[in-house]
Every structure is written in C-alpha cells, then in structure tokens.
C-alpha cells in the first residue's frame, strides 16, 4: 500500500471509529488515547492526521452527513423515477426520511451530541456550519423541488404556501426534534413522521379541499 493510500485508509478508519464511539458513549467520555486504541493506532499517530480532537470530533460529523445525504440522494433518485407528479415525488421524501430514521435511530442521538457538546463553546459556530451546509441547502433541495412541481403540475394545492411547507419540514428536523421531550416521551422521530404526515395530508389536491384561512 502506497502511503497516501495508507493515509488515506487510516483517516477513514479513525473517523468510522469515533463516530461510533461518539454514539455510544457520547463526545466528552472518549478520549483521543481510547479512539485510537480501537482503531488500532496510538495516539501520536492518530495526531499525524488530526491536529487535536475537535478537528477529529468535526471530520467525523462532516462524514456522517455526507453518508446521510448520500444514502438519500440514492434511495430518492430510485424511486421518484416512477412517480407522475410533484406530490408523489414529496410523498416519496418523506417516505425515505422515515425509513433512514428507522434504520438509523442513533442518527438522532449523535445530532444531540454534537449541538450539546459544543453549544458552549466557541466552536459551536463551526458545528453550525457543518450542519447547515447540508440541512438548509442539500438534503431539502429534492422536498422543495417537488413542491414546486406539484403545484405546477396541479397535484398539490394551488392555495398551499410551498415555503411555509418547506420551512415546516426544516423546523421538525432542525429544531425541536434534535432535542428529546423527557416531559411527554415524545421521540424526534416520531415529532418528525407526524409533522411529514400532517404536510403530506394538507398539501395534497383533492375535491372540496380548501385553506384552513377559508373556515369560519
């Protein structure tokens, strides 16, 4: 093996290693000494690749959205291939957010480590950069675009304000769900699937379906 290839290997070993670690025991309670140990490294080598452990802590977090993003992008191209409208192809995003919740329920858990490992310190900003490259720009990309295809193609409700959709379904994701409620028990998944459910319901064009803003 070439050294840069070398280099490269271990850097991604070192990464996987602290993230899972990072999800079972949370960042402050892993020392660098015990992520290299199970990466089969010593800690003056891991050092050749990270300067200190937030450059780790902030390499791993890029890493696991990234794979998030990816692993998305590959379901969602699949199956809004064979849908007709830009409702479907909405109702297809939110199929996929649910099912690589499920199949990933630690994703949650690291999300509330990260915000909680850093809110106090100045490095919280680069946390915050990290986390909004993907969740205001790339992973919603596809629920916006089908929005607007719905309504152009009259399959979502002429009436329905797409943004005000599109920042619901940021909000469920990125603001109270990556804290747990312990008072009701309510999970972020499933704060989550109820609000993509509630959208799915409300956006949709059906006959005498109209504006909650219409009742009296």
Not at 155 to 180: F, H, K, M, P, W
């Amino acid at each position: 093996m070439k050294r840069s290839e070398e280099r490269e290997y271990n850097i991604r070993r070192v990464i996987h290693t602290a993230q899972m670690l990072f999800i079972a025991d949370g960042i402050s309670a892993t020392p660098i000494s015990r992520i290299a140990e199970a990466a089969g490294l010593t800690p003056t080598s891991l050092y050749r690749y990270f300067r200190n452990k937030d450059a780790l802590v902030f390499a791993a977090w890029r890493d696991a959205l990234a794979t998030f993003f990816a692993d998305f992008m590959e379901q969602y191209a699949r199956e809004a291939a064979t849908c007709k409208t830009g409702y479907e192809k909405f109702v297809v995003c939110m199929h996929i957010y649910f099912s690589i919740y499920d199949a990933q329920p630690e994703w949650y858990d690291y999300t509330r480590e990260m915000f909680s490992a850093y809110s106090e310190k100045n490095t919280g900003s680069d946390v915050n950069n990290v986390f909004w490259k993907y969740y205001d720009k790339e992973i919603p990309v596809p629920a916006l675009k089908a929005l607007r295809e719905g309504v152009a193609d009259g399959s979502i409700r002429a009436d329905v304000n797409i943004y005000a959709v599109y920042q619901c379904l940021l909000n469920a994701y990125t603001g109270t769900t990556i804290y747990e409620n312990v008072s009701f028990g309510v999970s972020p998944v499933d704060v989550v699937q109820f609000t993509g459910e509630l959208l799915v319901n409300y956006i949709k064009n059906e006959p005498n379906t109209f504006a909650l803003y219409n009742k009296n």
